[in-house]
């Protein structure tokens, strides 16, 4: 298994800024994924992060508002651009060791909560 | 694209009794079908999974049933104990093209088990 830490653990934000949360993976792990989410809910996926090159985004979800890097195998970043109060949500970092098993881990997640 | 469907949606039992959550999924083409844990305040634990090519596996108290011909597959938790009260959320996987690792979560299941 895979060992994942998130920060910060939670934070509450102004309306208009920005923040970005930082993934860290224990070991190597092929794909990396950011999840959000919102209260009392299921997890939706934002996009696929990708080691070298810009993230696969999932409907609904743009790279302006959710910029995200992936500068290796093992450490990636989400941010939230020019937040609102709709923002506010848990944002979990995920990361799986092989692809083809499907299995992910997940960390414990960043709450965000936006005034 | 993939839809999972999960019930119920809240589960009260009595310590030492057993739970049943149903999970259903549409596209044939799903092989991995993993169920995750989620206590208050934290991300989620993979606890069990399960693959295409089996039918159930056990883990201690912890089984997973899956009929590939009707799309379903459940979680069995027997002899359950107050800290099995948690979150509880089945995904399921394809390992093809453009989604290979990304996982589509049903909506969850509060179980409460009471001592």
């Known amino acids: 298994s895979a060992v994942i830490s998130q920060k910060p653990s939670r934070d509450i934000c102004q309306r208009g800024t920005s923040l970005t949360i930082q993934c860290q993976v224990d070991?190597?792990?092929?794909?990396m994924f950011w999840y959000r989410q919102q209260p009392g809910q299921s997890l939706t996926l934002i996009a696929t992060?990708?080691?070298?090159?810009?993230?696969?985004?999932e409907s609904g979800f743009v790279i302006d508002k959710f910029p995200i890097s992936r500068p290796n195998l093992t450490f990636s970043t989400l941010t939230v651009s020019n937040m609102s109060p709709e923002d506010s949500s848990i944002y979990l970092c995920?990361?799986?060791?092989?692809?083809?098993?499907?299995?992910?881990?997940f960390g414990e997640g960043s709450r965000l909560t936006v005034l | 694209g993939e839809n999972v469907e999960q019930h119920p949606s809240t589960l009260s039992v009595q310590e030492g009794d057993s739970a049943v959550i149903k999970c259903t999924y549409s596209?044939?083409?799903?092989?991995?079908f993993p169920w995750y844990k989620q206590e208050l305040g934290k991300g989620p634990q993979l606890i069990i999974d399960?693959?295409?090519?089996?039918g159930e596996k056990k883990d201690q108290r912890i089984a997973v049933t899956l009929n590939k011909t009707a799309k379903h597959f459940s979680l069995h938790i027997t002899e359950t104990q107050p800290e099995d009260s948690a979150v509880y959320f089945c995904?399921?996987?394809?390992?093809?093209?453009?989604?290979?690792?990304?996982?589509?979560f049903g909506r969850g299941t509060q179980l409460t088990v009471w001592p």
């Open positions: 995920s990361g799986g060791t092989t692809a083809n098993t499907g299995e992910l881990f």
């Open positions: 070991s190597q792990v092929t794909m």
């Open positions: 992060a990708n080691q070298g090159s810009e993230a696969t985004y």
């Open positions: 596209d044939s083409a799903s092989n991995y």
């Open positions: 399960i693959r295409s090519n089996v």
């Open positions: 995904a399921s996987n394809h390992d093809r093209g453009s989604t290979l690792g990304r996982l589509y």
